[in-house]
Structure formats: structure tokens, C-alpha cells
């Protein structure tokens, strides 16, 4: 039943509004007629009857409009005050030939439609707001709440007397609410040459903080998220930094069992190259006296090319290098 | 064809949609009520798609209206809407709209 | 191996301190939470080219008819008012909704939240309210939960502390028991009809306030003190002394603000300038006998006194004592001072000239509110200076000072406010020169102000004074959007202006016959749609727009002019147009050998009765070289007797024939 139903309106529908469209269209020739005839039925809604109507507004009001109002400003006017913050881009109130948009039809290329009733102006964010001047004006205005550097505090003071560095962020999302989880997460940095360790202590807070710690820059970098709140974390943070000092300091009975493999560098002094060079030499020559023979220019340099092929990355330099402190000990050394 | 983002730009402006965005559901569920909500209340009258542009907790509703109704009634209708979407969303809501005299004004061309 | 490199077993803590040197160069400078926002705010002034920023800014959004007390034709009312006050119904509206159906508001995502968006309960009998509740309702300056909220409070023996007893009782007798006035919506009252200046008696007796009052066990100073006030504030005179000499009696010491009212209600309590006057000093003396030193308040409190008392003749002379001993005490006066001391001494003669040193007192001063009567002070200041004195320096002075920092806040009213403009204007009319005039007109019309017909009026006549026509059609494109054409006799001073000569300026003289014509379309388009108002125009108005299209050399306009009133208005006599514009018409319509015209004017002279019209083509015939016969034949068609007679007097005295066809003369055109 429901779709003959709706079937029927539909015919009706235009039905009636063939008899609209007639009416208006041979009005005039059959006017003697109209006359003669019934009360129109009017079935269609008034508002779909196309020219049946004027605008309301021109209609009710005869309401002259004001022109827009850029034609009233004067050339010198403060452009700050006209356009003080962000604003949708408004034509009446902007003195210039805006034009937004693409226009491409079969005939060619158009130029863009202008300022008037065009909506692609009104979305895009407009920077009427921060023309240069303006700028220039709200940083005077906010120069008083700035406090000049002290002159005396230099870089280097910076790091002597304010060494911990805490970096957090702050988010601003465009919504009802100023939450945002990450805002949680922080970072603290410290150098590690401005902590005051022995070279255990270096050595050992060092392995403590594996990762955390930049051998390139000497920066210790420790980021805490584990607590809801920023304050908490850094208060965790730093926590964290004391006890890895304070772990740091100490030496565990367990530390004395430390191997060639778990040296963090190459002990030249306790390695096997030092024991095999004195027992070379202990049987070359029969006078020989250890503690002077470790303070001679050749055993350093031996001493430290060794180390080097150790520590460092191996390149021909090195090895170069090597080659030749062997050769002033082994051929230039007199004893 | 439309090339929104190329020759068009978005309807909705916000951090939502950005990378990371926060509330990005909720957001365009809003502006979806947004969007009934005029097309309800300003009923024929707005000639253009509804704008919606968030900063802060700022909603900014914006538009091109046809001027078939009394400036006494556009301006019962932007204080209602005002206000009312203010109590929906818990944000300011603002309206910033523009008049034509009839819908022709905004067609740029013809295919 | 054994690695040992350091000692563990000493430490020591190095504390960081920092160096003074470098503390010493910091200089902070205080800043609270929305300074730099106010900073920022202070580099926008005031746009002149705007409207407030309530208005959607859009040409036919922006209001453009004035504030007009009167109203009597269909348009009268002021848009600005309407679109405002439409603007908060629509608030109000979705504020009903939240009250209403607070079930559908619930969501909030709102972190933190804001109390604005949000439902705010209402108390009844049955809800179970504690301290908290009451803390919390009279933070908000809820008064009618408050009360509620208390009277359950009482019913159910909860314990209130006294201290939160006198907050509201302070809070109830600042609002007068009643609920306090919503800061959202406050449109209505700046759009008052009329300034409610109200000095009687709104006290609410045996109410909330008096019934907290009485039910205190102990009542302190302070509670004393806080019910004095609110009957102060609200003029509950008798009730106010009463109490203040249960004080006296019972040794409390009152306020400085207790004293203010006090005296304020002075008014009420006698009758006579110097009664009343007595009555102050003995308030004052005993004022000094508890050690409290006056305030601005009190001085204005004082001002207000005499300010209503100014029949007594000592009344200016004590307002100056007043504001010397101000001076003494090195008491800074508000505004208000200076508008109850205007008051007071302009209802005197000449006393109005104390506003040149009012005004050399304060230029340059930038005000912030003190007094609730501060707001008055420049409306009357400008009134006083419009009306009494005349003094346009005096009049750009008291501008300048509104126009300093943020003192044109000091308007409590739109009415108001259009007053002060009305008074400026004014004066800038009778005193100024066009252009001048015309400079201020451009920066506050139509934005800050849209001038009355009756400045409008007062422009013309300047425009007419320095003859500066040129002006005209701005003002009349103006007078058109402001929708004040047919508002008083706006239209006809128009068009007398432009009527009385004509001007050289040929493109001057294309444009007012624009404005001619579009006023003439105007009438004809009002009085033939039947559902508004016609407008009755007089026929002076239909001769001057003659005389402009004729001075403008637009004939066709001229003779449409005659053409519709010949069909419109055959026999109003009010329409009735002078002979001399007939006669005028006639020579035109020689001039373009216009002949229909012709003969429709004589016809129309011959109806109202002007038979010199007649009499004058004949005599200037030689003119226009027209033949005897035409002249004759024209004498008969028109066939009218008196024109028989002044024809026969003159030259041709042939009898005449019977009238012919009325088409003879277009005939003869051809």
C-alpha cells in the first residue's frame, strides 16, 4: 500500500507544479479566465514554488543596507585595531582585491573568484591578524614582563652552577580539554664531567646507566613517564640520578672478580703484553731493572700503541705506529 | 571532481586531525552534530557548507547565509545557537557568518 | 684482577649553592595570570569603523537605525537595540532549554570544567544541605538557593557557623534578599528605554535579611553593621537610623560605609535643605567621635544630599566648602563627585561655569569606576555644556576626556550614551564649520552614534549656513539608510535645500536630482502599497522636486512629477502645488515644445484654481514665437472661466468656441 501511496503524491506533486508553471508563464492570456475561476489550491509548499515569492527581508524590511565598511576607512587607519586577533576572513572589512580559489572551465583558465560570497577565503586560516606592525606593537606591549639576561651569568656559569638540565613539554590541542598524556613524560640531563666521582665511581655509574649515558657529548639523559604527573616524574628522575651516584660510590665484593673481558678499557698494566715484555727482557739482559725500565719514553709509547690497538678502531696507522715503538725496543733499546 | 585539500579547502579545521591529535572520534562526531544541529536550526538559510574551526576550547562556526530573514531573526538564531551548542560541547561557541542576497552568488560556474 | 681505582669510604656532599652576583642581577617583575593578555589588549584602540563587536559584522547584519526614544512610525525602533536584545532572547532561549532538560546537557569533556556551560542545581524542601552547599551557593552569589539551602539547614537542626552566618548575611543584604541580577545578560538593561534613576524605597521589609538578622543569637558589629548597609543601599531609611541607634546604645562602633548610607538617606528623613544639612553635620560629628576618616563615598554621599536639596540657597556654597575640605584630606573625587557638584551649582545661574574648572581638573585623567554615579557625569557634562554655556572648546575638551584611555566605558546606558552624542553634535552644528562638522561625523556615524531627524536636521541647516552643498548628498544617502526620510519634515528641509538655486556644478545639480527623484519614488511606491502607512506629502514638496528636475534640466522627471498627481491626487488640496512652479513648468514645457505637458498643467492649473498660470504664457507667448491660434485654441481647451476673463482683458478677445477635442494640442505636436 505505503509505495502506491507515495507513488500518487509524487504524480500529484507535479501535476501541481505543471499547473504553477502554467499559470505563471500564460498568465497573461488567460487572465479573463482566472477571474472566473476558484481560489487557487496552493498543494505545494510555498517555499518550493520558485518566484513565487520575494525575499522576506526585501519584502518587510525596504531596508537599505550599509555599504561595506572598508568604503568609510580612512587610508591611515591602525590596521590593529580593525583585525585584532584571528578571525575568519570577513570581505567588508578588508580593503583589498582578495582572490581565492581555482577556477578551470572548458573555455580556458579563470581568474579566481574574489572576496565577495566566497566560503574557500573563509576556511583557510588568514594571517590578518600579524601583519609585521602589529607584531611590533605586542612585543613592545610585553617587552616589560621580560627580564634582561644577568650579564654576569655566562654559558660556562651555566653549567658550573646550574649543570641539571629538566626538559618537559606542554601540549595545546584545539578541545574542550587541557589534558594530554604525553605531557607527562620528562627529561633530565646532566653532564657527567659535573658530578663529582672518582674514576670507579665514573666507571662504575657509567654501567649503571648504559644507554642513558652519551659518551660523545658526556651527557647523562634519564626520561621518566612512569608516574601520572609531570612534578612526579621529576621528582622520580632525580631520584633515580641520586641513587645511581650513590650506587656508584660503593664497591661490591663482587667487583674484585673482575676480567680482562669486563675491562671498560685496555690496562696495559695488567695485561699479559706487560708481563711477556719484562720476561723478554728479564732474560735478555741480565741486569735488568724493572722500575726503571717501565719509566723509559720507549716503553710508554709501547705501552700506549698497544692500548691504542686495543681501544681504538685497527687502521694501518696504528699498526704502523706499533711496528715502530716494537722495533726502538726491541733494536734501539741498551740497557 | 572534487579535490578537496587542492583546489578546496577542509570544512573543519583542527589539531584533531593532525598527527597524534587527541579526540579525533569524538571531534568529528561533534562536528557532525554540529552540522544537524544548523542545518535544523538556520532551516534553508546557510547558502554554503558550515565551517567549523576549533582553537583552544573555542568552536568557531562560520558560513554564508541567504538573507531571507530578518536581521532580528539571524541575530534570535546566532545567540541561540551560541549558547545552546556552548551547554552541548562545554565550549565558547562562536558564529561569524557572512550574507548573500540569494544562494546564485556563491555558484562560480557553470558545467 | 683487582681493578681499585677510588676510596668509597669518604664522601662528602657538595651543596650547590649559586653565587649572589647572579641572584642579585635578576629583576623580577610580578605578573599575574592575565597580564600579558591585558597587555596585548592595550595596543587595539578603538575602531571607529566598526560597530561593537555583539554585532556580526556584515553590511546587513550591522544595525544602521538609530536610538530614538520616541517612536511612533513603523521603523522607528533602533536596531541596534533590537538586534541585541533579539541576540540575548536567543541565549535566554537555550538557556531554557539547559534548565528544562538538564537530562540532555550531562556529556562533559570538558577538563577543567566550566561552571558557565553547566546545569546549576536548584535546592527544594527535601534536599539535605550542609555547610559546603551554603559556602558554595554564596561564592556563586546564589541568593535563592542560599536561602532555601539555610531554611533546610535550620529545619534539620545543622549546625551553621557563625562566620558563614554573616557572609550571607552580607550576601543577602547586598542583593535585597533577591536573586542577584545575571552578569550574562546584561543587553537589557544597557538598552533601558530610560535611565531608572531610583531613589525610593525598594527595601524588602520582614524579608530573608531581617529574619537572618533576628534569628543571630548574638548580634555583633558586624551584623549590624552588614543590615544598615543593605537598608542603606535599598532606602529603608526609618529602619536604618532605628538600628543605627540600637548601635549607639549598645556601644558598637559602626563603618565608614555605614556613615555613607546614612547620609545618603538623609533625603528621606527631612524635609529642608538645611534640616537635612544639620542632620549630615551631626552624622559627621559623630563620625569623627569613633575615629573614622571619610571617604569619597562619604563626600558623594554629602553631594548627593545637597544635590537633591537645591531649593536651599546656602546649598551651593556648602557643595564648594564640600569639595575644599575634599582637598584637605587629600581625598582623590570620582566622577560622581564632579556630577552631583554640576548638579548642585547649574540649577543656580551663571553656576554652570564651574564646569571650565571641572574640566581643567580632570583632563587628561583616565577614571576607573567608584561611585554608581560616576556614569552620569558626561552625559551631563556635554548637556550642560550644549545647552547652558555653548562652548564648543569647552564641548571638544569634555570629547577629548571621553576619549581618554578607557573613559568612554562611562556610560551606564545606550540611551544615555546617545544623549552625550546628541548634545555634541549639537553643538558642533551651531559652532562649527561643515567640514569640521563633517570630520567627526565620519568617525562616529554610523558606528558609535546614529544622529536623530533633529540632528540631522541641525546638519542641513549648517550646510545651509556655510553653503557647503556638496556635502548633501552624503548626508542624504544617510539620512536614506538610517531610514529617517519621512521622519518630521527631514524630507521637505531636504529638499528645500537643494531647491533654493541652481547650482553651476552640473554633476552636483545630476545628483540632487537623484535624491529628488528617489524621495519622489519613495512616495509613490509608499502610497501605493496598501499595507503600510501612506505619507502625506504636501504639495510644497511636489513643487520643490519640480523645481529641481527643472533646475537640473530633467524635464520628463518634471512632468512625471505632474503626472502622477494629476492621477493620484486630482482633488487633495493639500497636494496642491504653487503657481509659481506651475508657471515655471509651462515655460519648460514650451522650451521642449512638450505639448501633452502643456496642456496637463493648465488642465491641473485650471483645477486648483491659479489662473495666473494662464495669463502668464499668454503675456511671454512672443517668447516662444507661438501663433495666435495655438494660443487660442489652447485658451479653449482649457475652458476655464476666469482664464476667459484675464484673456479677454489681454489681446485676443474672440469669443470662445466650444471646447474641442482635448487631443487638439498633441495633434498639434505631430
Given at each position: ?16 507544479s505543471r ?11 488567460k ?32 531596508r537599505?543596507?550599509?555599504t ?19 578571525k575568519?576572513?570577513n570581505?567588508s572589512a ?10 578551470k ?7 579566481p573568484?574574489g ?9 583557510v ?31 660556562e ?12 613539554s ?11 598524556p604525553k605531557?607527562?613524560?620528562i ?8 658530578l ?11 654501567r649503571?646507566l ?30 633515580l640520578l ?8 660503593k664497591?661490591?665484593?663482587?667487583e674484585?672478580e673482575k676480567?680482562q673481558s669486563d ?15 719484562i ?28 692500548k ?28 | 571532481?572534487?579535490?578537496i ?6 570544512n ?21 552534530f ?16 558550515v565551517?567549523?574551526?576549533?582553537r583552544?576550547n573555542t ?8 538573507r531571507?530573514?530578518l ?8 545567540g ?24 546564485e ?7 | ?29 610580578y605578573r599575574g595570570?592575565t597580564?600579558?593578555?591585558k ?10 569603523t566598526a ?10 547584519l550591522?544595525?544602521?537605525?538609530s536610538?530614538d526614544?520616541v ?11 533590537a ?13 531554557y ?22 546545569y ?36 534539620k537542626d545543622?549546625?551553621i ?5 554573616q ?39 520582614g ?5 537572618l538578622f533576628?534569628?543571630?543569637p ?21 529602619k536604618?537610623?532605628k ?6 546604645e ?5 563603618t ?10 538623609v ?8 534640616l ?8 559627621l ?8 576618616k ?15 536639596s537645591?531649593?536651599?540657597?546656602k ?9 575644599a575640605e575634599?582637598?584637605?584630606?587629600n581625598?582623590q573625587?570620582s ?6 557638584l ?8 551663571n553656576?554652570?561655569?564651574i ?30 555644556c ?5 562652548d564648543?572648546?569647552?564641548?571638544y ?10 573613559n568612554h ?21 551651531l559652532?562649527?564649520s ?7 561625523y565620519?568617525?562616529y556615524?554610523?558606528?558609535?552614534y546614529?544622529p536623530?531627524a ?15 552643498y ?14 529617517l ?22 554633476n ?8 529628488a ?6 512616495i ?9 502607512f501612506?505619507l502625506?506629502?504636501?504639495g ?10 527643472l ?13 502622477y ?11 496642491f502645488?504653487?503657481?509659481q ?9 514650451l522650451?521642449?515644445?512638450m ?13 486648483i ?8 504664457i499668454?503675456?511671454?507667448?512672443e ?15 482649457s475652458?476655464?472661466e476666469?482664464?476667459?476673463?484675464d ?9 470662445s ?14
Amino acid at each position: 500500500m505505503r509505495p502506491k501511496n507515495l507513488f500518487l503524491c509524487l504524480r500529484f506533486q507535479t501535476i501541481s507544479s505543471r499547473l504553477f508553471f502554467e499559470k505563471r508563464f500564460y498568465g497573461i492570456q488567460k487572465s479573463s479566465a482566472d477571474e472566473e475561476e476558484f481560489d487557487k489550491l496552493n498543494i505545494m509548499p510555498r517555499m518550493f514554488v520558485k518566484g513565487d515569492r520575494e525575499p522576506l527581508a526585501k519584502r518587510e524590511a525596504l531596508r537599505p543596507q550599509l555599504t561595506p565598511r572598508y568604503n568609510r576607512m580612512p587610508v591611515d587607519q591602525d590596521w590593529n585595531s580593525v583585525w585584532p586577533t584571528a578571525k575568519m576572513f570577513n570581505p567588508s572589512a578588508v580593503p583589498l582585491p582578495v582572490h581565492m580559489g581555482k577556477l578551470k572551465t572548458v573555455s580556458g583558465p579563470k581568474p579566481p573568484p574574489g572576496k565577495f560570497a566566497n566560503p574557500e577565503l573563509m576556511k583557510v586560516p588568514n594571517f590578518l591578524h600579524l601583519a609585521p606592525p602589529a607584531i611590533k606593537k605586542h612585543c613592545d606591549a610585553i617587552r616589560k614582563f621580560c627580564t634582561p639576561w644577568p650579564q654576569a651569568l655566562t654559558d660556562e656559569m651555566c653549567d658550573k652552577y646550574f649543570p641539571l638540565e629538566v626538559i618537559t613539554s606542554d601540549y595545546c590541542h584545539a578541545s574542550p580539554t587541557i589534558r594530554e598524556p604525553k605531557a607527562r613524560i620528562i627529561t633530565i640531563r646532566i653532564k657527567l664531567s659535573s658530578l663529582d666521582l672518582d674514576y670507579h665511581a665514573k666507571d662504575k655509574l657509567k654501567r649503571i646507566l648504559q644507554h642513558r649515558y652519551d659518551p660523545k657529548t658526556d651527557l647523562i639523559t634519564i626520561v621518566a613517564d612512569k608516574c601520572p604527573l609531570k612534578s612526579q616524574n621529576i621528582d622520580y628522575a632525580k631520584y633515580l640520578l641520586t641513587a645511581c651516584f650513590f650506587e656508584a660510590w660503593k664497591t661490591e665484593s663482587w667487583e674484585s672478580e673482575k676480567e680482562q673481558s669486563d675491562w671498560e678499557t685496555f690496562f696495559w698494566e695488567k695485561s699479559p703484553s706487560k708481563a711477556s715484555l719484562i720476561n723478554y727482557f728479564k732474560k735478555t739482559f741480565q741486569n735488568f731493572n724493572e722500575e726503571n725500565f717501565l719509566e723509559k719514553d720507549t716503553v710508554k709509547d709501547y705501552s700506549k700503541s698497544v692500548k691504542n690497538l686495543f681501544d681504538k678502531e685497527e687502521n694501518d696507522e696504528l699498526l704502523e705506529d706499533y711496528r715502530k715503538n716494537v722495533e726502538k725496543l726491541l733494536f734501539d733499546e741498551r740497557l | 571532481m572534487y579535490k578537496i585539500g587542492f583546489t578546496k579547502t577542509w570544512n573543519s579545521w583542527n589539531t584533531s586531525n593532525l598527527l597524534d591529535g587527541l579526540r579525533k572520534s569524538e571531534t568529528a562526531v561533534e562536528d557532525l552534530f554540529i552540522r544537524k544541529f544548523i542545518s535544523g536550526t538556520w532551516h534553508r538559510l546557510f547558502a554554503s557548507e558550515v565551517i567549523i574551526k576549533r582553537r583552544a576550547n573555542t568552536i568557531i562556526i562560520g558560513g554564508i547565509v541567504v538573507r531571507s530573514i530578518l536581521p532580528r531573526k539571524m541575530y534570535f538564531l546566532i545567540g541561540f545557537t551560541e549558547e545552546l551548542l556552548s551547554y552541548v560541547l562545554k565550549c565558547n561557541v562562536k558564529m561569524e557568518i557572512q550574507t548573500v542576497e540569494s544562494k546564485e552568488e556563491l555558484i562560480v560556474k557553470y558545467v | 684482577m683487582i681493578v681499585n681505582t677510588g676510596s668509597v669510604s669518604t664522601f662528602t656532599f657538595v651543596s650547590f649553592s649559586i653565587p649572589k652576583f647572579i641572584l642579585s642581577s635578576f629583576d623580577y617583575y610580578y605578573r599575574g595570570p592575565t597580564d600579558i593578555l591585558k597587555a596585548l589588549a592595550s595596543t587595539v584602540s578603538r575602531d571607529f569603523t566598526a560597530a561593537h563587536y555583539k554585532y556580526m559584522d556584515d553590511p546587513f547584519l550591522l544595525p544602521s537605525k538609530s536610538v530614538d526614544v520616541v517612536s511612533f512610525t513603523l521603523f522607528a525602533k533602533s536596531s541596534f537595540r533590537a538586534y541585541a536584545l533579539s541576540k540575548e532572547s536567543g541565549r535566554k532561549a537555550a538557556r531554557y532549554f539547559l534548565n528544562t532538560y538538564p537530562e540532555l546537557f550531562f556529556r562533559d569533556d570538558a577538563e577543567p570544567k566550566v561552571p558557565a556551560f553547566c546545569y546549576r542545581e536548584l535546592y527544594d524542601e527535601n534536599t539535605d544541605n550542609t555547610e559546603d552547599d551554603l559556602r558554595d551557593c554564596i561564592a556563586n552569589r546564589d541568593v535563592p538557593n542560599c536561602i532555601i539551602a539555610y531554611n533546610n539547614m535550620e529545619a534539620k537542626d545543622v549546625k551553621i557557623n557563625p562566620e558563614l552566618k554573616q557572609s550571607l548575611l552580607e550576601l543577602v543584604c547586598f542583593y535585597n534578599s533577591k536573586e542577584a541580577r545575571d552578569e550574562e545578560f546584561l543587553e537589557e538593561e544597557w538598552f533601558q528605554s530610560k535611565k531608572e534613576n531610583i531613589v525610593r524605597r525598594t527595601w524588602q521589609d520582614g524579608e530573608f535579611a531581617e529574619q537572618l538578622f533576628d534569628s543571630l543569637p548574638k548580634k555583633d558589629a558586624r551584623a549590624y553593621c552588614t543590615l544598615i548597609q543593605g537598608m542603606g543601599k535599598y532606602f529603608q531609611a526609618g529602619k536604618a537610623f532605628k538600628l543605627y541607634e540600637e548601635m549607639k546604645e549598645l556601644n558598637y562602633s559602626p563603618t565608614v560605609a555605614v556613615f555613607n548610607y546614612l547620609i545618603e538617606n538623609v533625603v528621606f528623613i527631612q524635609e529642608s535643605g538645611e534640616l537635612r544639612f544639620e542632620m549630615i553635620t551631626k552624622l559627621l560629628r559623630d563620625m569623627s567621635q569613633y575615629n573614622l576618616k571619610p571617604n569619597v563615598n562619604t563626600f558623594n554621599a554629602i553631594l548627593f544630599v545637597l544635590s537633591r536639596s537645591t531649593g536651599w540657597n546656602k546649598a551651593s556654597n556648602i557643595a564648594l566648602n564640600t569639595f575644599a575640605e575634599m582637598k584637605l584630606l587629600n581625598v582623590q573625587p570620582s566622577l560622581a563627585s564632579y556630577y552631583y557638584l554640576l548638579l548642585v551649582l547649574s540649577s543656580k545661574n551663571n553656576g554652570s561655569n564651574i564646569l571650565y574648572e571641572i574640566v581643567r581638573e580632570i583632563e587628561g585623567k583616565s577614571f576607573a569606576i567608584k561611585h554608581p554615579a560616576d556614569v552620569n557625569f558626561f552625559e551631563y557634562a556635554m548637556h550642560v555644556c550644549c545647552n547652558f554655556l555653548s562652548d564648543v572648546e569647552l564641548g571638544y575638551r569634555i570629547h577629548n576626556l571621553l576619549s581618554t584611555g578607557q573613559n568612554h566605558k562611562f556610560f551606564s546606558t545606550a540611551y544615555s550614551e546617545a544623549v552625550y552624542y546628541r548634545n555634541f553634535f549639537s553643538l558642533l552644528c551651531l559652532s562649527e564649520s561643515t567640514d569640521t562638522l563633517m570630520d567627526v561625523y565620519n568617525k562616529y556615524v554610523p558606528n558609535i552614534y546614529i544622529p536623530e531627524a533633529k540632528v540631522m536636521q541641525q546638519i542641513l541647516q549648517n550646510i545651509e549656513l556655510y553653503d557647503t552643498y556638496h556635502y548633501i548628498p552624503q548626508i542624504f544617502s544617510d539620512i536614506t539608510t538610517f531610514q529617517l526620510s519621512f521622519r518630521g519634515d527631514l524630507a521637505d528641509t531636504v529638499l528645500t535645500l537643494i531647491a533654493k538655486k541652481k547650482h553651476q556644478d552640473e554633476n552636483l545639480q545630476k545628483q540632487f536630482v537623484a535624491i529628488a527623484w528617489s524621495l519622489f519614488n519613495t512616495i509613490v511606491e509608499r502610497n501605493s502599497n496598501v499595507k503600510i502607512f501612506p505619507l502625506h506629502v504636501k504639495g510644497e514638496m511636489y513643487s520643490k522636486m519640480i523645481l529641481i528636475f527643472l533646475n537640473g534640466k530633467d524635464f520628463e522627471k518634471a512632468s512625471a512629477v505632474l503626472k502622477y498627481l494629476v492621477k493620484e491626487k486630482p482633488n487633495d488640496p493639500a497636494t496642491f502645488i504653487e503657481g509659481q512652479t506651475l508657471k515655471l513648468l509651462c515655460d519648460a514645457s514650451l522650451e521642449n515644445k512638450m505639448m501633452n505637458t502643456l496642456k496637463q498643467t493648465i488642465d491641473y492649473a485650471s483645477v486648483i484654481g491659479c489662473a495666473d498660470v494662464i495669463k502668464h504664457i499668454i503675456e511671454n507667448n512672443e517668447k516662444y514665437s507661438l501663433s495666435e491660434e495655438f494660443i487660442e485654441k489652447f485658451i479653449q481647451s482649457s475652458n476655464l472661466e476666469a482664464a476667459k476673463e484675464d484673456s479677454s482683458s489681454s489681446e485676443s478677445s474672440e469669443p470662445s468656441e466650444t471646447s474641442e477635442s482635448p487631443d487638439e494640442s498633441s495633434d498639434e505636436e505631430k
